[in-house]
């Protein structure tokens, strides 16, 4: 009897770098392939509950459904509200509901909208991946790529050896801005004041809105919800003119300690629900908007880098849409990886394989994220229009803006399976032309 043991194939090994919602997304869907070997290299020295608030919009939603992580969406996590809305608009000064965004196709409950403390969306997902493959205070400084692998340099001195590195690391990634030197961010002029806190603090507050609800004014709104886990959110904020040099607000940075009595300012002439609310507000913290000046030319760098999350479409989290498109560039990249390397393969792909999969990658979701960008960018300008043209909309031009709804289905309802499938018989019938993206 011949006993000599079949030889294992060769895992592929993918370095992620960053463990933020792409990161460890990426990380639970490539778990689902045997052959890979995946490692998260993530700056920070510890994973803490921290951030603020966060939503997750059904396709989101959907896709971390499919990876069988009901656990981190369900209604204890986060909060749905009545589920019948995704986002309620009300008059800034009347309190009325002048206008809903409801899901044109969204039957499922789990889902419907959903809001979460950040760090209780990040703290679940990071219960889903193995402990041992996230490496902390792994500061990426340097990529290196050769014919056979990636080098990953750390701040430590350190380094690691991957076949495929993945930048997860954010909206100011580090690994993008080595790959594209002459990348920019560029602020919006719109600083966002946020805060969640304890629900308790709002309990009685009359007439609160049960559901989350977004107040529209002339020049600024103001967003409040129940999250997950018995916290509330409130999100303020202002825009100036970001080429002003004595904007307010010039000079802070994201995440930096607010004064409450900001956000008091701001909004003391809105109607008695928003005041009462910033007067429970205890503290608030200052996060500039900071979006890119233009989109990347590519998300594919030689045979085997590529980005997903903020650091390939860095859209500054407009239409709160930014963990839900991280969630689906790490599922589309996993449909693409195993596109090229199937579950059950004798051997590694070549890098020719691996390009052509980052490649279906780009196309799957490049797209759709520039779409997004051309809407953000669109946006930017006309705010910033008004405010150097001192306009100020009307209030019929205001709840005429409320009823129309910010017409985003195609983003919070993209299938990205569907937008996957499509891509591949895109490259199929291209076969290996890359030049040319589909307008999906
Ligand atoms: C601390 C924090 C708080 C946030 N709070 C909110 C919030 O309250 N509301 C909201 O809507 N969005 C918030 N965001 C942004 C939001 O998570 C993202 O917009 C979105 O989920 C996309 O996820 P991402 O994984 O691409 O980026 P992120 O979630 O930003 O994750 C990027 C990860 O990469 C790590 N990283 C960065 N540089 C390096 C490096 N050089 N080497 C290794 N690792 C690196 C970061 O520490 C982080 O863990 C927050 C992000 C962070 C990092």
Same mark, same amino acid.
């Given at each position: 009897?011949?006993?000599?043991?079949?030889?294992?194939?060769?895992?592929?090994?993918?370095?992620?770098?960053?463990?933020?919602?792409?990161?460890?997304?990426?990380?639970?869907?490539?778990?689902?392939?045997?052959?890979?070997?995946?490692?998260?290299?993530?700056?920070?020295?510890? #994973?803490?509950?921290?951030?603020?608030?966060? !939503?997750?919009?059904?396709?989101?939603?959907?896709?971390?459904?499919?990876?069988? #992580?009901?656990?981190?969406?369900?209604?204890?996590?986060?909060?749905?509200?009545?589920?019948?809305?995704? /986002?309620?608009?009300?008059?800034?000064?009347?309190?009325?509901?002048?206008? @809903?965004?409801?899901?044109?196709?969204?039957?499922?409950?789990?889902?419907?909208?959903?809001?979460?403390?950040?760090?209780?969306?990040?703290?679940?997902?990071?219960?889903?991946?193995?402990?041992?493959?996230?490496? #902390?205070?792994?500061?990426?400084?340097?990529?290196?790529?050769?014919?056979?692998?990636?080098?990953?340099?750390?701040?430590?001195?350190?380094?690691?050896?991957?076949?495929?590195?993945?930048?997860?690391?954010?909206?100011?990634?580090?690994?993008?801005?080595?790959?594209?030197?002459?990348?920019?961010?560029?602020?919006?002029?719109?600083?966002?004041?946020?805060?969640?806190?304890?629900?308790?603090?709002?309990?009685?507050?009359?007439?609160?809105?049960?559901?989350?609800?977004?107040?529209?004014?002339?020049?600024?709104?103001?967003?409040?919800?129940?999250?997950?886990?018995? /916290?509330?959110?409130?999100?303020?904020?202002?825009?100036?003119?970001?080429?002003?040099?004595?904007?307010?607000?010039?000079?802070?940075?994201?995440?930096?300690?607010?004064?409450?009595?900001?956000?008091?300012?701001?909004?003391?002439?809105?109607?008695?629900?928003?005041?009462?609310?910033?007067?429970?507000?205890?503290?608030?913290?200052?996060?500039?908007?900071?979006?890119?000046?233009?989109?990347?030319? @590519?998300?594919?760098?030689?045979?085997?880098?590529?980005?997903?999350?903020?650091?390939?479409?860095?859209?500054?989290?407009?239409?709160?849409?930014?963990?839900?498109?991280?969630?689906?560039?790490?599922?589309?990249?996993?449909?693409?990886?195993?596109?090229?390397?199937?579950?059950?393969?004798?051997?590694?792909?070549?890098?020719?394989?691996?390009?052509?999969?980052?490649?279906?990658?780009?196309?799957?979701?490049?797209?759709?994220?520039?779409?997004?960008?051309?809407?953000?960018?669109?946006?930017? @300008?006309?705010?910033?229009?008004?405010?150097?043209?001192?306009?100020?909309?009307?209030?019929?031009?205001?709840?005429?803006? !409320?009823?129309?709804?910010?017409?985003?289905?195609?983003?919070?309802?993209?299938?990205?399976?569907?937008?996957?499938?499509?891509? #591949?018989?895109?490259?199929?019938?291209?076969?290996?032309?890359?030049?040319?993206?589909?307008?999906?």
């Amino acid at each position: 009897m011949n006993t000599r043991a079949v030889p294992e194939p060769e895992k592929l090994n993918i370095a992620i770098l960053g463990g933020g919602i792409a990161g460890l997304s990426l990380a639970i869907a490539l778990a689902n392939h045997p052959l890979i070997n995946t490692t998260i290299y993530e700056k920070t020295l510890e #994973l803490k509950e921290i951030g603020a608030s966060i !939503a997750l919009g059904p396709n989101g939603l959907r896709t971390l459904e499919r990876l069988g #992580l009901s656990d981190v969406i369900d209604d204890e996590n986060g909060f749905r509200g009545t589920g019948t809305a995704g /986002m309620v608009y009300r008059h800034w000064k009347t309190n009325e509901v002048i206008g @809903t965004h409801v899901h044109a196709d969204v039957k499922e409950w789990l889902h419907q909208t959903t809001r979460f403390h950040r760090g209780h969306l990040h703290g679940k997902l990071v219960e889903h991946v193995p402990r041992d493959s996230i490496k #902390l205070g792994k500061n990426v400084i340097g990529i290196v790529m050769d014919e056979k692998g990636v080098t990953v340099n750390f701040k430590d001195g350190s380094k690691a050896w991957a076949d495929i590195a993945i930048g997860a690391d954010g909206l100011r990634s580090g690994v993008r801005q080595a790959l594209v030197p002459k990348f920019k961010l560029k602020w919006s002029g719109l600083t966002a004041f946020r805060s969640v806190f304890d629900k308790s603090l709002v309990e009685s507050i009359p007439d609160l809105p049960e559901d989350s609800a977004h107040w529209w004014g002339p020049d600024t709104t103001f967003f409040s919800s129940r999250l997950g886990r018995n /916290m509330y959110t409130v999100v303020g904020g202002v825009t100036v003119d970001p080429d002003d040099q004595d904007a307010r607000f010039k000079d802070v940075s994201w995440d930096d300690e607010g004064d409450v009595e900001v956000l008091k300012e701001v909004y003391k002439n809105w109607n008695p629900v928003v005041k009462a609310l910033t007067k429970v507000t205890p503290s608030i913290r200052y996060h500039p908007n900071f979006s890119c000046s233009a989109p990347l030319d @590519t998300w594919v760098f030689g045979d085997r880098i590529t980005l997903i999350g903020d650091a390939a479409h860095a859209h500054g989290g407009a239409f709160a849409t930014g963990g839900s498109l991280a969630i689906d560039d790490a599922y589309a990249l996993y449909l693409s990886l195993k596109s090229v390397f199937s579950l059950s393969a004798a051997r590694k792909p070549p890098a020719q394989e691996i390009r052509k999969a980052l490649k279906l990658y780009e196309t799957t979701r490049k797209p759709h994220a520039e779409r997004l960008l051309k809407v953000v960018h669109a946006g930017n @300008t006309a705010k910033i229009d008004m405010i150097r043209n001192e306009i100020i909309e009307t209030d019929e031009q205001l709840r005429e803006r !409320a009823a129309r709804g910010s017409n985003t289905g195609w983003l919070h309802e993209h299938d990205v399976m569907k937008a996957f499938d499509e891509a #591949l018989r895109f490259s199929q019938k291209n076969d290996g032309k890359e030049e040319v993206l589909p307008r999906l």
